[in-house]
């Protein structure tokens, strides 16, 4: 891996110098477009629309139009001299109980890397964290972006995970959910029943992407087969033609029956 940032993590008067890496990665199939015709590549390029040329990104700078129309230009050297983007500090602001923190305004994920000759202040912080069940809150700045940030423990490394902003997270508002349902004891008791049917420890390496997968097969059929290959057959769906499936109306009819195919594929696969 190659790191993306260096800084250090400052709380009071400790400094841990540290070293960004992004923790996830993408492994979809690359696809492009092309035109449906003649299969030629598309193409997009900035254009400038004043005379015409097409601009390298190097020559491109940012701007701002207020609401008269006025417009800013922002160059790359006025960026760069905002202080937030000097800051190379990833400055604590609280710590806070880590169930305090809501899954949803969870973002990208980096690992850090100890970067001094003794990683004593590293391990220090991150058996502090273990040990108070605390996750820090923290802000810093990547990519002339203030950012807030979850500061946590995976296994022996910390984990930078940065955070939506509160106003970037919309309100769940439906109607739908402001109606008065009722829940029978039983259905209740049928649905914990099929939850605890399907309850099992998460294995992540258990679970692979169905989509990434069929899509190399197509790649891999069409290569080997030419144009002349046919995806609907090859890929044709088990019970297809049998009747078109409706809503489902009867709710405890639908949980007894799933808690019985559970349980029946549950015993094959013992057996």
């Not at 806070?96 to 220090?124: F, G, H, M, W």
Request: hydrophobic content about 40%.
């Amino acid at each position: 891996m190659r790191s993306i940032w260096k800084g250090a993590v400052t709380f009071g008067l400790v400094n841990v110098p540290v070293k960004v890496y992004s923790a996830t990665e993408d492994h979809d199939v690359p696809l492009h477009q092309v035109h449906d015709e003649d299969g030629g590549r598309i193409r997009y390029q900035r254009v400038c629309e004043l005379d015409g040329k097409t601009v390298a990104y190097a020559d491109i700078d940012r701007a701002y139009v207020d609401d008269d129309g006025q417009t800013v230009v922002l160059t790359k050297t006025d960026l760069a001299a905002l202080p937030a983007e000097k800051s190379r500090e990833i400055d604590v602001v609280e710590f806070v109980p880590s169930d305090q923190i809501d899954l949803l305004t969870l973002d990208r994920a980096y690992y850090l890397e100890p970067d001094s000759k003794s990683p004593k202040a590293y391990v220090l912080l991150r058996r502090t964290l273990e040990q108070t069940d605390r996750t820090a809150i923290v802000r810093f700045t990547l990519r002339q972006k203030t950012r807030l940030a979850a500061l946590r423990v995976r296994g022996d490394v910390l984990v930078l995970q940065t955070l939506l902003w509160a106003d970037e997270v919309r309100e769940a508002a439906f109607p739908a959910l402001d109606e008065d349902v009722r829940i029978s004891a039983k259905e209740l008791e049928l649905s914990a029943s099929l939850v605890e049917s399907y309850s099992s420890d998460f294995d992540p390496e258990s679970f692979v992407d169905e989509y990434q997968k069929e899509l190399r097969i197509l790649i891999e059929a069409k290569i080997e087969a030419g144009e002349t290959f046919d995806a609907s057959e090859a890929f044709a769906e088990e019970g297809e033609g049998e009747g078109e499936g409706g809503e489902v109306i009867d709710l405890m009819q639908a949980l007894r029956a799933s808690v019985e195919r559970s349980k029946a594929a549950r015993a094959k696969d013992a057996g």
